[in-house]
């Protein structure tokens, strides 16, 4: 490590707890060092690392941010964690940065800042020729390109396989007259050879650049076995070729594939196999992901401590935690939040499910909050409390601090419970650390999925073990968040079908579906897991299969329309996603099939006539969410 700078510097910050004296006065005491001297290359990655002292005892965490030198601010690459090292590579800009990390004592609230003033990632541009580098992904690449031609407003790069005519383009970026344009490239095969170059928008012409040869490598990992089940065929969505998985069963990474089954994409994290929620237009992805958060708990806590948003690259853009947004809520909120047996309320034990952007660049996550009861809500008393597990969504702004919240237990009947009983254990697979209680917790909601609905302002919400979908008044962050409606068995709607049990059960990935820019309304699509349907009666019939799931909405008159109930020919006991394609058909992903070992995950195109086509399986292992994409630069057609 070379020790760059230190810098002493005294702040004030929220403490996580009460001070440890009131007459703390100290102030940690930190260095900062990089893992390899300045200057870089661009796409290097540095190491940035954080060591402080306090004579005050108290738990040390951490803050990141970095910045361009000249005319740029800060941002917040890494919030308040207890992991004092951030890997920081560059690949939009090359210049003069700055790093600056902050230290705290979490019992004192006392501050220190340190700086690494100046760090040069220097261009990999040389003349006027683009250049193309390998990055620590052997199916990634950089490209570099000149800046644009004269006139020029726009740039994009295209990606051709050698031998085919079909390429694929990254998003657009504007030009900047003298600047050079810098794109990672993602969504080609292992070990093959690919022609990449610059299309400039000059007026309405297109400007196409040299052509720079690339040749992907092999991916360190092995990929699980994939089938294709029901082949492609003339009827079936073309332009659509590539698959984003979320696999649950892997060793760590999900990944990416074409209709072949031929991966094109993946991500790797040590810590454990994350949970992508959102792919992002220009190849962003938000995920959910393991590690220590700020209170240095997260290995006790469980897994999805972390809210991290990463590049097509795999490199961290920015990233904050659970305890850090707890610690948000709690002073927003006047709860006290204490994560721990004797505590009556764990604020954000985990990150839960969902993550997606908002479009003026805030995150809206949802989490899971744990609450003991004693008041009788759901036969709980002094001497017999109930363990209940709620939800909190959170909308964070561009530097992932809170702005907004909405708590399941100020706007929902806690009385209510999960309609098949679910319970969770401290440690149990699939369930959100159980801190207060040594028993069961009741799975009260399970909220699996949020989107935004921009024609009001509102915000949808899913609760699985409640059959329930909620519109949300969110109203851009000023609402009353009240709830506008419930759709759902014993909701608000009545149901316009003669089908034995019509509506969706303890579903997942509900959304109004997308229609080039324009969010429908009234067209809300899911996967309908049904568990709640294949149950014995009189809650269920008694069997049944999952179904593609598709409503038409009249808020107005409160009646909802089933337009597409689509047999998969099988249960999917959870799990699952659901998604409008380009021409029409609909995908399916059944998650989690068949109920015993072993198990599959198949993601299915079907017709708007309920036929299926399409399939692709996922063998031995279960699979979060996928997403069909024309590039992994452009989201679906449901955000």
């Known amino acids: 490590m070379i020790s760059v700078s230190r810098l002493f510097t005294a702040g004030c910050v929220l403490a996580v707890g009460a001070l440890s004296s009131n007459f703390a006065i100290a102030t940690p005491i930190i260095g900062v060092a990089t893992s390899v001297a300045s200057p870089q290359p661009l796409g290097t990655s540095v190491s940035i690392t954080g060591t402080a002292t306090d004579s005050d005892a108290g738990t040390i965490s951490y803050r990141f941010q970095v910045g361009l030198v000249v005319g740029k601010t800060l941002t917040l690459v890494r919030d308040f964690s207890v992991d004092n090292t951030f890997v920081y590579t560059p690949t939009v800009h090359e210049g003069k940065y700055k790093f600056v990390v902050t230290a705290r004592n979490n019992t004192t609230g006392?501050?220190?800042?340190?700086?690494?003033?100046?760090?040069?990632?220097?261009?990999?541009?040389?003349?006027?020729?683009?250049?193309?580098?390998?990055?620590a992904n052997p199916l990634v690449a950089l490209f570099s390109s000149p800046p644009c031609s004269s006139g020029g407003t726009s740039m994009r790069v295209s990606v051709i396989e050698a031998g085919s005519t079909s390429p694929f383009y990254t998003s657009s970026q504007a030009c900047t007259a003298g600047l050079n344009l810098n794109f990672l490239i993602a969504g080609m095969r292992p070990k093959t050879l690919y022609y990449i170059g610059s299309k400039t928008l000059v007026g309405s012409t297109t400007v196409s650049g040299p052509k720079v040869e690339f040749v992907t490598g092999t991916p360190s990992i092995v990929f699980p076995t994939m089938t294709v089940v029901r082949p492609l065929t003339s009827a079936d969505d073309q332009t659509q070729r590539f698959i984003l998985m979320s696999p649950l069963a892997t060793t760590g990474f999900v990944f990416g594939v074409d209709l072949s089954t031929t991966p094109i994409w993946y991500y790797q994290d040590a810590k454990g196999t994350p949970l992508v929620t959102r792919p992002l237009q220009g190849g962003d992805i938000i995920m959910l992901a393991n590690g220590q958060n700020s209170a240095g708990t997260g290995s006790t806590l469980g897994s999805f401590q972390i809210l991290r948003k990463i590049d097509i690259g795999g490199n961290t853009v920015h990233e904050t935690n659970a305890s850090r947004v707890a610690e948000q809520v709690a002073a927003m909120s006047g709860i006290t939040s204490t994560c721990q047996l004797g505590g009556t309320d764990c604020l954000i034990g985990a990150f839960s499910h969902d993550a997606m952007q908002l479009p003026n660049g805030h995150t809206l996550a949802l989490a899971a909050e744990e609450k003991l009861f004693t008041d009788g809500t759901q036969g709980s008393s002094p001497s017999n409390p109930v363990d209940l597990i709620g939800d909190i969504i959170v909308d964070l702004d561009e530097n992932l601090q809170l702005v907004y919240y909405w708590r399941s237990f100020d706007h929902m009947n806690a009385n209510r419970a999960a309609i098949l009983g679910e319970t969770c254990a401290p440690n149990q697979g699939g369930c959100p650390p159980v801190t207060l209680t040594t028993g069961l917790a009741q799975d009260w909601l399970h909220g699996n999925a949020i989107q935004y609905e921009p024609?009001?302002?509102?915000?949808?919400?899913?609760?699985?073990?409640?059959?329930?979908?909620l519109k949300i008044d969110y109203g851009n962050g000023n609402g009353t968040n009240d709830t506008l409606w419930t759709l759902g068995k014993g909701g608000d709607f009545t149901i316009n079908s003669n089908d034995p049990y019509p509506w969706f059960s303890h579903q997942h990935d509900p959304g109004f579906v997308q229609s080039g820019t324009t969010i429908s309304a009234t067209?809300?699509?899911?996967?309908?897991?049904?568990?709640?349907?294949?149950?014995?009666?009189?809650?269920?019939?008694?069997?049944g299969d999952s179904r593609g799931y598709v409503l038409d909405l009249d808020p107005v008159n409160k009646v909802a329309t089933p337009v597409l109930m689509a047999d998969l020919g099988f249960f999917s006991v959870a799990l699952g996603s659901a998604e409008l394609l380009q021409n029409g058909d609909w995908q399916f992903d059944a998650g989690w099939t068949p109920t015993a070992p072993p198990f599959n995950a198949q993601t299915i195109e079907v017709f708007p006539n309920a036929a299926l086509s399409y399939t692709f399986q996922l063998n031995g292992g279960t699979n979060y969410r996928s997403f069909r994409m024309s590039n992994l630069y452009t989201p679906p057609l449901k955000d």
């Open 523 to 543: 067209q809300i699509a899911m996967f309908d897991n049904g568990n709640t349907r294949v149950q014995p009666a009189p809650l269920g019939l008694g069997s």
């Open 455 to 469: 024609t009001d302002g509102s915000i949808i919400y899913s609760s699985r073990h409640q059959d329930w979908i």
């Open 110 to 135: 006392n501050a220190a800042t340190g700086s690494v003033s100046t760090f040069t990632f220097s261009s990999l541009v040389t003349g006027s020729a683009p250049a193309i580098h390998p990055t």
